[in-house]
C-alpha cells in the first residue's frame, strides 16, 4: 500500500512538473514568433490520436523541422511532453488559448 501511495505521489509531482514547464514555454512563446513547418490539427480526435498524429508527422519530417500539433484533449498536456521527453525531440512551447492546445515540437536528426 505505501509503495502505491509513493507511486501515486511520483506521477502526481512528474505532472506537476510538466504542467509548469508548459506553462513556462506558453509564456516564452509570447516573445518569439515560431513558424511551424508542418501543422497537425487533432482537435476533436479521441486520445490517444493526438499523439499518434504527432509521431506520424515526426516521423515524416526532416531534421530541423517543427511540428505544430493543434488539440483539444487535456490528456495532450501529459503524453506530448512524456513522449518528448523519451525521445530526441525538443518541445519549444506549448500555447493555450481557451481549450485548445499548440505543441510546438521540434524534430531531431
Not at 48 to 62: F, Y
Request: one cysteine or more; proline letters at 4%; hydrophobic letters at 40%.
Amino acid at each position: 500500500m505505501t509503495g502505491r501511495i509513493v507511486s501515486i505521489l511520483n506521477k502526481w509531482v512528474f505532472y506537476t512538473i510538466l504542467l509548469r514547464r508548459a506553462a513556462y514555454f506558453h509564456a516564452y512563446m509570447t516573445q518569439l514568433d515560431i513558424e511551424p513547418t508542418d501543422t497537425v490539427d487533432s482537435r476533436g480526435a479521441a486520445c490517444p490520436g493526438p499523439l499518434m498524429d504527432l509521431i506520424g508527422q515526426v516521423r515524416s519530417a526532416d531534421a530541423g523541422d517543427v511540428v505544430l500539433l493543434l488539440s483539444d484533449s487535456d490528456r495532450s498536456l501529459t503524453d506530448v511532453p512524456e513522449w518528448v521527453d523519451e525521445t530526441d525531440n525538443e518541445l519549444i512551447a506549448v500555447d493555450e488559448t481557451g481549450d485548445e492546445y499548440g505543441f510546438y515540437v521540434g524534430v531531431s536528426g
